[in-house]
C-alpha cells in the first residue's frame, strides 16, 4: 500500500491532474475578469427615435453594452447615421392602439446577446408603456411592477417539523450538483487507475511473482487502500487550491459568498455527503478491482470497465435532471440504489423536506452493499487474479468458478 501510495502521488499525472483542477476552478473564480479581459467590447452606440406621447424612450436603460441617447432628428436621419456606421442601432418607438411597438434598425445582423438585452430592455418597457396608459407616473407604474407578495409557509400539523427555505433549497441543489459533479469524475478517473494497475500487473505476469510471497488478499486491499489514500490526497490537494484561489478572488468576496451558502446547508447535510463520498469510492475501487482481476492483459481494461462506467454515468444523469425538480419518483428511487445514492441522496438531504432517517437508511444499503462486495471480491479475487480467459465479462465469471471450485 505504501509502494502504491508513493508511486501514484509522486507521478506526472497526478501532479497534471491536480494542476488540471487549479486551471479549472481558477477558470470558475476568476471569469468575471477573464471575460472582461477577453470578450470586453465598447458599447453599442443605440439612438432612439420616441415618436410616443408618453416619453417612452425614458423607460429603457443603459446597460454594460449598450450606450442610449435619445435622438433629436427624424426616423430618416438615424437610419442615415446607421447606413453610415456612425451608430450601431436605430429603435424607432410608437404608439400602437395603447401598447409600445418599437422597430429596430441595425448595418448589420445583431449578435444573439445583444438580441436578448435588447429584447429584455423593450419587453420590460413596453409593460411601463401600458402601465402608464392607465394615467399613472412612471415612479408609480415601477412600484406595481416591481410589487412583491410577502410569502411564508405555516404546518398546520403541529408534530411535523417546518420545511425548508427557499434559500435552503437553492442552496442544497447548488452544492449537492457540485459535490455529484465531483464524486463522478473521482470516481470515473480511480475506478480507471486501479482496474488498470491490476490488469497490467496481471497481463505482464508481475502478479504471479508477487504472489509467491503475498496472499491475494494482501495485494488486494493495498491496492483498494492505497488508491483511495490517493484519492483522498487529491481531493484534499484541490480543496485546499480552492479555497486559496476564493480567498484572492475579489478580495475574498467570493469566498464570503460560498460561506453564506454554506450556513444555509445543515451539519446533517455536511456529514451525510462526506460519509456517501467515501463510500461511493470505496464502492467504485472495489468493483473496479474485481474487473481488473478478471481482464488477461491492459489492453481489455476498459472493456471491462463498461459496466462500471455506465453505473456511474446513470447517477450522474439523474442527478443532472434531479437539479430541476429534486422531488421526483426517479430520483427517490436513484437515491436508495448503492451505485447512485452517492450522487443523488445529497441532493435530496439539501433540496427536500425528507425526514433524516430515509438518508439514513440509503446508507445502511449502501454501506452494506460495500460490505458485502468487498468480502465477494475477496473471495473471488483469489480465484480470478491468475485465472487467464478470453471472452466477455459474464464468460470470464463462468471459467473462473468453473476452473476454480
Known sequence: ????????????????????????????????????????????????????????????????????????????????????????????????????????????????????????????????????????????????????????????????TNGKSESEKAAGIGVSYFVGFLIYFFVMTFLSMITSDVASEKGSRVLEVLLATIKPTTHFLAKVVGTLLVALTQLAAVAVVAILLLTVADGGAQLEVLQTLLEDLSVAYAVYTGAFLLMTLLFYLIFGALLGSLVSKVEEASQALVPAMMMALSGFYVLITGSFNPDTMLIKVFSYLPFSSGMVMPLRIGATDMPLWEAGLSFLVLTATVVGLFFFTMHFYKRSVLTYTTGGIFSKFKAVFKHTT
Request: net charge negative; aromatic share 8%; proline share 1%.
Open 1 to 160: 500500500m505504501k509502494q502504491l501510495y508513493k508511486q501514484k502521488v509522486k507521478a506526472k499525472s497526478f501532479m497534471l491532474t491536480i494542476l488540471l483542477y487549479t486551471v479549472v476552478i481558477a477558470g470558475v473564480v476568476f471569469w468575471n475578469n477573464i471575460s472582461d479581459l477577453l470578450f470586453s467590447d465598447e458599447p453599442m452606440q443605440v439612438a432612439i427615435v420616441d415618436e410616443t406621447a408618453s416619453d417612452a424612450g425614458a423607460l429603457i436603460v443603459e446597460s454594460d453594452d449598450l450606450e442610449i441617447t435619445e435622438f433629436d432628428g427624424s426616423l430618416e436621419e438615424a437610419k442615415e447615421q446607421v447606413d453610415a456606421e456612425e451608430l450601431d442601432i436605430a429603435i424607432h418607438l410608437e404608439d400602437n392602439e395603447g401598447q409600445l411597438a418599437a422597430t429596430i434598425y441595425t448595418y448589420e445582423p445583431l449578435s444573439f446577446t445583444t438580441q436578448n438585452t435588447l429584447s429584455s430592455q423593450l419587453d420590460y418597457a413596453g409593460k411601463l408603456y401600458a402601465v402608464q396608459q392607465m394615467n399613472l407616473s412612471a415612479e408609480q407604474a415601477e412600484q406595481v411592477l416591481g410589487a412583491q407578495a410577502f410569502i411564508s409557509y405555516e404546518l398546520v400539523n403541529e408534530q411535523a
